[in-house]
Nanobody, 115 residues
Framework: QVRLVESGGGLVQAGGSLRLSCAASGSIFRAVAMGWYRQAPGKQRELVAQ???????NYADSVKGRFTISRDNAKNTVYLQMNSLKPEDTALYYC?????????WGQGTQVTVSS
């Protein structure tokens, strides 16, 4: 069983920054890839960024150059540093992992960017 808990969301003005955290329970963290997803009202959930257990990363085109995903295996935590935020980044942000044929999602943290 894996439990994911996100934090760090909030209200920020356009051009500002936020850092999201996702703390994972369980002993499998080092072995799994982690991802950040987001869902805006009326839109489908979309991938924002992923990081493999080896530290390789990939990003959605819309956030490249602005967002950075990282992980701290000692703390069982994955981060999403978000800079130069835009109103279109407003969404509920989730972290996700996949292990032993099971999808695990956190409860989400709201990010709101005002113009």
């Amino acid at each position: 069983q894996v439990r994911l808990v996100e934090s760090g969301g909030g209200l920020v003005q356009a051009g500002g920054s936020l850092r999201l955290s996702c703390a994972a329970s369980g002993s499998i963290f080092r072995a799994v890839a982690m991802g950040w997803y987001r869902q805006a009202p009326g839109k489908q959930r979309e991938l924002v960024a992923q990081i493999t257990n080896g530290g390789s990363t990939n990003y959605a085109d819309s956030v490249k150059g602005r967002f950075t995903i990282s992980r701290d295996n000692a703390k069982n935590t994955v981060y999403l540093q978000m800079n130069s935020l835009k109103p279109e980044d407003t969404a509920l942000y989730y972290c996700r992992t996949f292990w032993s044929s099971t999808d695990y999602w956190g409860q989400g943290t709201q990010v709101t960017v005002s113009s």
